[in-house]
T-cell receptor
Framework: GAVVSQHPSRVICKSGTSVKIECRSL??????MFWYRQFPKQSLMLMAT?????????EQGVEKDKFLINHASLTLSTLTVTSAHPEDSSFYIC??????????FGPGTRLTVL | GQSLEQPSEVTAVEGAIVQINCTYQ??????LSWYQQHDGGAPTFLSY????GLEETGRFSSFLSRSDSYGYLLLQELQMKDSASYFC????????????FGTGTRLQVFP
């Protein structure tokens, strides 16, 4: 199946700093990617849809100025958590649609804000 | 809106069979998918049902009843490595590229 990578896998930062997470489709092109957030023992909550060459579409309740998404190429989407606070600590996962009704997920990024 | 309900936790022993249920409410239906996620890992695709009935893939099978808005994942010959969270998911009827996930079921397999 298709491979999606994320970097970094784990990041610890101080409150007030910004953190950038990269999501890459390694062996296919993805015009659309998705960003999810997952708190411990909870489900995946879609944050936004990243569209190559255009603005991201954010889900209701997600602050677009706090979670900046850039999809500059067909293989790369980035999520920047700006002015991070402890409540932003979570597991962030990206994905892209493959064929056969399957969505391929990256390995996730564990963000801890101190 | 769309919602998918699952039992929060299921336990079983190695070699047993377990069924994880999913009931959904959606204004438009484009099939039911199942994903497995180990702790700290990425969700991985298990199965997809567009039509009623049972789909079998090795030890895992998935069932769908559209008239009941219900599906289940059946895991047979359980192994310790099957301990994970399992999520059902449907496509957002307003944007079928998007997946909406169920509440998730944590399966613990004991020796």
């Amino acid at each position: 199946g298709a491979v999606v990578s994320q970097h970094p896998s784990r990041v610890i930062c101080k409150s007030g700093t910004s953190v950038k997470i990269e999501c890459r489709s390694l062996d296919f092109q993805a015009t659309t990617m998705f960003w999810y957030r997952q708190f411990p023992k909870q489900s995946l909550m879609l944050m936004a849809t990243s569209n190559e060459g255009s603005k991201a579409t954010y889900e209701q309740g997600v602050e677009k100025d706090k979670f900046l998404i850039n999809h500059a190429s067909l293989t790369l989407s980035t999520l920047t958590v700006t002015s991070a606070h402890p409540e932003d600590s979570s597991f962030y996962i990206c994905s892209a649609n493959g064929g056969n009704n399957e969505q391929f997920f990256g390995p996730g990024t564990r963000l801890t804000v101190l | 809106g769309q919602s998918l309900e699952q039992p929060s936790e299921v336990t079983a022993v190695e070699g047993a069979i377990v069924q994880i249920n999913c009931t959904y409410q959606t204004s438009g239906f484009y099939g039911l998918s199942w994903y497995q996620q180990h702790d700290g890992g990425a969700p991985t695709f298990l199965s997809y049902n567009a039509l009623d009935g049972l789909e079998e893939t090795g030890r895992f099978s998935s069932f769908l009843s559209r008239s009941d808005s219900y599906g289940y994942l059946l895991l047979q010959e359980l192994q310790m490595k099957d301990s994970a969270s399992y999520f059902c998911a449907v496509r957002d009827p307003y944007n079928t590229d998007k997946l909406i996930f169920g509440t998730g079921t944590r399966l613990q397999v004991f020796p």
